[in-house]
């Protein structure tokens, strides 16, 4: 398994782009503007013309241990025994965010599937839904991972890609196939939980209107204070820690938007009535920390020898909090992975990967994910 990386910045690329690589995927992360403005699909294709070219928009564009923001980060993979099938596909298209997630994961071919990477729009896709209509779809075992794309702080359009089509509402699928094949999986917030646990009582997918049979937003705004005058756009520095009824770990959600005039929040994943919510806020050290640990818990499935590549899909509103400190976190990555280790990824609306010590995919936001590749040849 052969990485190389390149970026396009200040309108250059670093290095220059090979002509007729043999790699047989590109992930490609960048910002919107730059996106629309550079023809970035036919430089790619002429320079990995056997490549499957994959991607979307970001909140912030991870290279190593830096982050860019109006750039493009390009990391060529040239796999030795895997194979590799890309699919893609509109929300537009079906019914449900649950449904584009099952039909598209349904047409992979499933013989000897080993891992699945998701890459989704971030605002017109419902992340809990994708992701268990991808997990219904396909047999136990399979790992996935991924991310929905980001818009800077924007929040006004995420495009994803697949070749030559770059589109808002688009859903990619990509999966690795063969014994050769090895992929880790981490997952860790770092969020501090404060105030009492409190029960969802009325909420209709992604809306949340109740908690404990009163207002959601008004009790929000209770904890807030003062920076209760600064919603919708303070909410990313308060997620609410969410807990499933009968169900031990927690995810993370983030809340996208408010509607004053129904009292209600609206997040970037499902608030089930009867599920428990509790208010987090920020630790600087403990969210360095937890990006250590989605290390940690990457590793588990290979040495350091093996890892080729680290995928990091890590949150818009850990960003904003950790402001100037952001690198940390990947300092941290670098930390367990090894300093030889390519890193590429984006800041994300939404991450897609189990919990540490479980397989079962969920989405999580706040979150740093974090995806470890490498081939044994052996195998």
Known sequence: MKVSQFHFNDNQWFPELPSGNSSQLVLAFGDREVVRDVNFFGALSRAFPLAEIIGCTTSGEILATEVYDNTLVVTAIEFEQTTLEVLSGNVAEYQRSFDAGLALADTLTKQNLKYVLAISDGQLVNGTELVDGISQSLPD?????????????????????????????????????????????????????????????????????????????SLYKEYLGEFSEQLPSSALRFPLSLKLAGEEDSVVR??????????????????????????????????????????????????????????????????????????????????????????????????????????????????????????????
């Not at 399979?142 to 030559?164: K, P, S, Y």
């Not at 999986?185 to 501090?192: E, F």
């Not at 960003?319 to 990824?345: H, I, K």
């Open 141 to 217: 075992g399979v790992l996935i991972t991924g991310g929905m794309a980001g818009d800077a702080e924007r929040f006004e359009e995420t495009l994803v890609w697949h070749n030559d089509a770059i589109t808002p509402g688009e859903i990619v699928l990509c999966g690795l196939y063969g014994d050769a094949i090895r992929v880790g999986h981490g997952t860790l917030g770092g969020w501090d939980t404060f105030g009492p646990e409190r029960i969802i009582t009325r909420s209709q997918g992604n809306v949340l209107a109740e908690l404990d049979n009163q207002p959601a937003l």
């Open 254 to 379: 983030t809340i996208l938007n408010i509607n004053e005039d129904d009292n209600t929040m609206v997040f970037a994943g499902d608030m089930p009535e009867g599920a428990s919510a509790k208010l987090m806020k920020a630790n600087f050290e403990t969210l360095i920390d937890g990006a250590n640990g989605a290390a940690q818990g990457a590793m588990k499935a290979v040495s350091h020898e093996q890892v080729k590549l680290a995928l990091l899909v890590s949150c818009v509103g850990r960003r904003l909090v950790l402001s100037q400190r952001v690198f940390e976190e990947l300092e941290a990555v670098v930390e367990v992975v090894g300093e030889n280790t390519p890193l590429c990824g984006f800041y994300s609306y939404g991450e897609i990967s189990p919990l540490i010590n479980s397989v079962q995919c969920r989405l999580h936001n706040q979150t740093m994910t974090i995806t470890t590749f490498s081939e044994v040849l052996d195998a």
